[in-house]
């Protein structure tokens, strides 16, 4: 891969990121900035999409048409959903999905898929990246992220979300990047670390969690563009 495309929803899950890059120069497309430069060489750019699916999949295909670019990851935090995802712990996506749009309608119409496929060597780059970095205080998984328009913080909305679609996690971008990528043929991979468990206690537990979480995931990315 020749160039790398590094996506966040949030300010916070890029800034690491951000202060790691070697920075060419700065765009501003359809309200997205854009940095355009290098991490230990390799071409990158990194970018906040906003929140939601909408400004997610308008930002990735600006990173395909405007950037070239042959490879995305989504880096950022999200709720629990797996009883064995712990706060803190790190989730490698093998497939993500839409969890408010009806799988009949994904399978019928184009483009006739009910989830998305993650690239097995980013996946693999990813799982060797948190082998060699993990610790006792978490752990990592590679699993279905799921995604949707809304923050995930109801304990009875969270059991139908485990009951439909067995996922590790739930967030609300992954899947339209993936979807994105997924029509332009672009390898991707989603790598959240966990901010709550999406249950009737999130607000409170992402509150406390959501810049370590980030961090988290920021670095498991940093380290995986020294292996790509």
């Known amino acids: 891969m ?3 495309g590094i996506m966040g929803a949030m300010e916070l899950e890029i800034e690491l990121l951000k202060n790691k890059l070697n920075i060419d120069r700065k765009e501003n497309i359809a309200g997205f900035d854009f940095y355009i430069g290098s991490i230990d060489g390799k071409n990158t750019i990194i970018t906040c999409c906003g929140v939601g699916k909408v400004n997610a999949a308008s930002c990735t295909q600006i990173l395909i048409d405007r950037f070239g670019v042959d490879g995305i990851i989504n880096t950022g935090i999200a709720g629990g959903l797996h009883e064995s995802v712990k706060i803190c712990d790190v989730v490698i996506s093998n497939n993500v999905t839409h969890h408010d749009v009806n799988k009949f309608q994904m ?3 184009f483009p006739y898929k009910n989830c998305f496929e993650a690239d097995e060597r980013l996946i693999e780059i990813a799982k060797n990246t948190c082998e060699l970095y993990k610790s006792e205080n978490w752990n990592y998984h590679i699993g279905r992220i799921i995604s949707g328009e809304g923050f995930i913080k109801d304990s009875e909305i969270k059991r139908g979300l485990i009951r439909d679609y067995s996922p590790h996690c739930v967030e609300m971008e992954g899947s339209a990047i993936g979807h994105v990528a997924h029509i332009n043929k672009i390898p991707f991979v989603i790598i959240r670390s966990i901010s709550d468990n999406a249950d009737n206690d999130a607000s409170n537990s992402y509150n406390e969690f959501e810049t ?8 498991i990315v940093l380290n995986m563009l020294q292996m790509l």
């Open 212 to 219: 370590i979480a980030a961090n988290k995931s920021a670095e």
């Open 2 to 4: 020749d160039t790398i």
């Open 107 to 109: 399978e019928k119409f």
